[in-house]
């Protein structure tokens, strides 16, 4: 009888399932930011953002007015068209802020967001000690901010 050593899965295979059960949560989870980027007002861009840790949601928002203010995000520009009031939350700064809100702490948190975020979201990400971004879209008016925010966490496109 011929004997024929079992074979052990090596380093590499173990790390590539570990990498896709992380890119399907990855998936999944930005799904559910796609789906609360639905619930904006906001005519010009919906946006959702969900903040994770340890695979548990633990806050989400979307972009809109503060709460108890009209819902209306835009007004008319001199120029014609609509320009965003500037009273608009951003979507992750809104999912920050919610935790902030309800006492949880953000400490090594995942963000996921529809769009990249921007300049002003990127900071308090930072300094919210969230560890990671995925993002679904680049936010092109704001590109720079990813540029930024990699140099201090770990900020990545989900490639479909
Ligand atoms: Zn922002």
Redesign the pocket.
Known sequence: MNYRPKKVKGVMEVLGQQELKQRKLDGMFLNIAKEISTMSHCQRAKVGAVLVKDSNIISFGYNGMPAGMDNCCEEASTTGGLVTKYQVI????NALLKAAKMGVSTVGTTMYCTLS??????KLIMQAGVERVVYLELFKR?EGAVEFLSKFIKVQKHDK
């Open positions: 951003h979507a992750e700064s975020p921007c300049k002003d979201c990127s704001d």
